[in-house]
């Protein structure tokens, strides 16, 4: 599982390298597939629930998920990039927000608001704890800070498979058992919903 989410955060990296205003989404689904390609993994996301890419591409009011497109960027967006990967049987998976160029004052603020939440809900992944516990701490950081957080995404990882579970990681499930590795999906936004 490390050595599939270090190719991820490579493939992410050079990703977020080559956003420039005018570049196609389109491109950096042809750049991950072809970085898969060289590491010889199986892009995690391709096929899966007939999703038919390697990579989520989503710009600015695309929350997660979008499709990578034509759609060229424009200085100001933010690009979310969101790649998984199969490596040796296990998935990497890790998203990461771009802006193109300089961005306006609240764009900024939520690139920042979102990478100190990250820090947050990281703090909170200890053992006894749950997604619950970690997600509340993201959200109770964010929202003090006058953004939201989108409240109907939650995936969870199990070991190797993946296993998409349904509901919010905002409100209480049970706990976890060890060995698992959970995620939190859900963005930030700049409103308070």
């Known amino acids: 599982m490390r050595e599939a989410s270090r190719i991820v955060a490579v493939?992410?990296?050079?990703?977020?390298?080559?956003?420039?205003?005018?570049?196609?989404?389109?491109?950096?689904?042809?750049?991950?597939?072809?970085?898969?390609?060289?590491?010889?993994?199986?892009?995690?996301?391709l096929g899966m629930y007939g999703f038919p890419y390697a990579l989520c591409c989503s710009v600015n009011e695309q929350v997660v998920h979008g499709f990578p497109s034509e759609r060229k960027l424009e200085p100001g967006?933010?690009?979310?990039?969101?790649?998984?990967?199969?490596?040796?049987?296990?998935?990497?998976?890790?998203?990461?927000?771009?802006?193109?160029?300089?961005?306006?004052?609240?764009?900024a603020k939520l690139l920042a608001v979102t990478r100190e939440s990250l820090a947050a809900g990281i703090a909170q992944a200890l053992e006894g704890n749950d997604l619950y516990d970690i997600s509340r701490a993201v959200q109770k950081y964010v929202e003090e800070r006058g953004l939201?957080?989108?409240?109907?995404?939650?995936?969870?990882?199990?070991?190797?498979?993946?296993?998409?579970?349904?509901?919010?990681?905002?409100?209480?499930?049970?706990?976890?058992?060890?060995?698992?590795?959970?995620?939190?999906?859900?963005?930030?936004?700049?409103?308070?919903?």
């Open 148 to 193: 939201g957080v989108v409240k109907t995404i939650c995936w969870a990882w199990d070991r190797p498979q993946i296993t998409r579970k349904a509901g919010s990681a905002q409100f209480r499930s049970p706990g976890r058992a060890a060995g698992i590795a959970q995620t939190r999906d859900g963005p930030g936004h700049r409103g308070p919903w």
């Open 11 to 45: 493939i992410l990296r050079e990703l977020a390298e080559a956003v420039a205003p005018g570049v196609p989404t389109m491109f950096f689904e042809e750049l991950a597939r072809k970085r898969c390609a060289d590491f010889g993994v199986k892009p995690a996301f």
């Open 77 to 107: 967006d933010l690009v979310s990039f969101d790649m998984g990967v199969v490596y040796d049987g296990f998935y990497g998976d890790s998203a990461t927000t771009v802006p193109v160029g300089p961005v306006d004052a609240t764009s």
